[in-house]
């Protein structure tokens, strides 16, 4: 069953060092997205892209972060300046035409 | 500001028995409505999605929607250990595009 991948697993960098965490989605989905959890928390919103192009962010996507479909399988967060509060499990997401998002295992930064 | 409230837990149910589990969302124009488990360091898994007033029926799972009480809920039939996880919520506004609100989700555990 195809599904959603993420590397690293696991990110460890120091605060004001950039990031950038990848993905692959699913092949033949057109909707990718970025999600985060901090330890404990609910699972965030960051940025929806579609047609190569952000269709939704929230407040949390601001100036530091952008993401990049840079060839036509992977999909790209990229964190300029971490701070330690960027310190969380980021999930990709994919979805087709029917709207069910399906995530992928996740890549958890830790900023020290 | 959209919301989605659940219960957090610990839920504790009898192996075999049924498992409720509650969500609240804040926002009338929410038109689709997702369960996801997620067990601990793991990824969240869309186990059940539904978007019109009723019941979803999928093996042991059914989830329920009314829209205008702002109401959705799962039922897990035979509950099983391997149940045993968190359960989250989670609501957009039925685009593509949408991200998703996440409740904090429920601690199920199903006591052998």
């Known amino acids: 069953e195809p599904e959603v991948t993420q590397t690293p697993s696991h990110q460890v960098t120091q605060m004001g060092q950039e990031v950038i965490l990848r993905c692959v989605p699913i092949?033949?989905?057109?909707?990718f997205y970025w999600y985060r959890q901090i330890l404990g928390q609910k699972v965030e919103f960051l940025v929806s892209?579609?047609?190569?192009?952000?269709?939704?962010k929230s407040e949390i996507f601001d100036d530091q972060f952008s993401v990049e479909r840079p060839d036509g399988s992977n999909f790209t967060l990229k964190i300029r300046s971490t701070k330690l509060e960027d310190s969380a499990m980021y999930f990709c997401?994919?979805?087709?035409?029917?709207?069910?998002?399906?995530f992928g295992p996740g890549t958890r930064l830790t900023v020290t | 500001q959209k919301e989605v409230e659940q219960n957090s837990g610990p839920l504790s149910v009898p192996e075999g028995a049924i498992a409720s589990l509650n969500c609240t969302y804040s926002?009338?124009?929410?038109?689709?409505f997702f369960w996801y488990r997620q067990y601990s360091g793991k990824s969240p898994e869309l186990i059940m999605f539904?978007?019109?007033?009723g019941d979803k029926e999928d093996g042991r799972f059914t989830a329920q929607l009314n829209k205008a009480s702002q109401y959705v809920s799962l039922l897990i039939r035979d509950s099983q250990p391997s149940d045993s996880a968190t359960y989250l919520c989670?609501?957009?506004?039925?685009?593509?595009?949408?991200?998703?609100?996440f409740g904090k989700g429920t601690h199920l555990i199903i006591q052998p």
């Open positions: 997401a994919s979805s087709a035409l029917t709207y069910e998002q399906y």
């Open positions: 989670a609501v957009n506004s039925g685009g593509g595009a949408d991200g998703l609100t």
């Open positions: 892209f579609y047609n190569n192009e952000i269709s939704e």
């Open positions: 926002d009338r124009g929410s038109q689709s």
């Open positions: 539904i978007y019109s007033n």
């Open positions: 092949s033949n989905h057109l909707y």
